[in-house]
């Protein structure tokens, strides 16, 4: 069955000065990796395998690049948002993309409210005084970055921008120091034996559980195709920005970890902040406020990365016809007002139900229904009749593609039994949902 591509309702314009250029896009892609995780992922990675977990890093890095490079192909077809929504519903249709759609809607708004309410910890660490408020701090902190977002993408580019370089300024700060303090690591019997076995593990267990634990500190790189309406020459930029990105933000980590075992060895293991503690060593006592500031920041600017995104995800739908096209309605500013405030509102009601936590954990399984969809889009979109080819193409035929599915099921069959049958209840549910809107029908109508 083919599905005949539309183009979108006509939309309010947005000037192209407004939107994110290559450089904004590439900040873009390095906030909505790079969380409060870069803080803790020393600690988690050293336990099963030592500081042989730097090359657990490198195993990492290959791997996510070959999820990338596929989103990277597929994303120079299209220049409007909806990512791996639009990828899967063009390569296979609309049942396929509605799918791919609404679960990842879903779990990026999941994912949202778990972000706010861990921006409101921290918030609570570095303001002692507002212990207490939580709830509250994180849904106001919603409703500001609603409302900034409902100003137009210039304002939220703007926003998003200044965040992301204030949470790379201490992250930055850490690596540029601590290359000075490898050698005195080295000297001092850090790296030996370079590999510590976690008691009960091989090498290959030991690897491959390193290597999940990583892969999930790199996940939100798919968020950029999704507001790829709100670049400049989508199809050419969306790519270099998503490589661009990936190769920074494992550069950053690759040093972070090894700055971390340079100034505390097996030391980490004791320790529950150990790049806090690795940049006071460094640098002395200010290095702790300069991390805890820094991990706040860089929670905010996930937070501001999930508010630009996750509502054009759903008015992409809507504008697509798969759900109901009040849902895509843009205000005078360009903003898909009703999207933002749909998307709000849930993330609130989650955050006052206070049960989101376990959900966000699910939401991990649920975004390998974006990945295993993009990469096997590669391989059916270069044989559909397209109108553009993308300007980033894949070398080495469909091997890459084909890797970076089996790489993603693989990744999938490492998760809890329960989260997997939750990812199967969630197919059965917008399948349902599917069907009740009537979208079957419209794909006929289509044929």
């Not at 996750?310 to 008015?315: E, T």
């Not at 300007?391 to 999938?412: C, D, E, N, Q, Y």
């Amino acid at each position: 069955m083919e599905t005949k591509i539309e183009r979108a309702p006509e939309e309010v314009a947005v000037s192209e000065d407004a939107k994110f250029g290559l450089r904004e896009a590439t900040l873009y892609g390095i906030n909505a990796v790079i969380g409060s995780g870069i803080f803790l992922l020393p600690r988690e990675i050293y336990s099963n395998l030592g500081p042989a977990s730097l090359l657990a890093i490198i195993v990492d890095i290959l791997l996510v690049l070959l999820l990338a490079v596929c989103f990277a192909e597929v994303a120079g077809y299209f220049d409007k948002n909806g990512g791996p929504f639009q990828y899967s519903r063009t390569a296979f249709g609309n049942y396929v993309g509605f799918n791919v759609g609404i679960l990842g809607w879903f779990v990026t708004i999941v994912a949202w409210a778990a972000m706010a309410a861990g921006f409101a910890r921290l918030f609570v660490l570095a303001v002692p005084a507002t212990s207490g408020h939580e709830t509250m701090i994180s849904i106001l902190l919603v409703i500001a970055l609603s409302i900034i977002n409902s100003q137009g993408i210039k304002t939220s580019k703007l926003f998003t921008i200044f965040i992301t370089i204030a949470k790379l300024i201490p992250i930055f700060a850490f690596c540029a120091i601590a290359v000075f303090f490898v050698k005195g690591g080295m000297d001092a019997g850090h790296f030996q034996p370079f590999v510590q076995l976690a008691p009960g593990k091989d090498l290959g267990s030991a690897m491959s559980s390193t290597a999940l634990t990583i892969f999930y500190a790199f996940i939100g790189f798919e968020t950029m195709p999704i507001v790829a309406g709100e670049m400049r020459d989508a199809s050419r930029n969306v790519p270099k920005a998503i490589v661009s990105s990936i190769l920074i933000v494992s550069l950053l980590y690759f040093i972070i970890l090894l700055g971390t075992i340079a100034m505390l060895g097996n030391g980490i293991m004791q320790s529950d902040a150990p790049v806090q503690d690795a940049f006071v060593m460094m640098i002395g006592p200010s290095g702790a406020w300069i991390i805890t500031i820094g991990a706040l920041i860089s929670v905010g600017g996930l937070n501001m990365g999930d508010s630009l995104m996750i509502p054009r995800y759903g008015a992409s739908i809507a504008n697509e016809g798969l759900l109901p096209k009040a849902i895509g309605k843009e205000n005078t500013k360009g903003a898909p007002i009703v999207a933002i405030i749909v998307s709000g509102v849930l993330a609130i009601l989650l955050l006052m139900a206070g049960n989101f936590e376990e959900l966000a954990e699910l939401s991990v399984v649920f975004r390998f229904f974006q990945y295993i969809p993009t990469a096997l889009a590669v391989i059916v979109l270069r044989k559909k009749d397209m109108k553009k080819q993308p300007a980033f193409r894949l070398k080495g035929g469909m091997l890459i593609p084909i890797l970076g599915t089996a790489i993603s099921v693989w990744v999938l069959s490492q998760a809890k039994p329960s989260s997997l049958i939750a990812g199967v209840v969630g197919v059965v549910v917008a399948t349902i949902l599917y069907f009740l809107l009537g979208n079957n029908k419209k794909a006929e109508a289509e044929v």
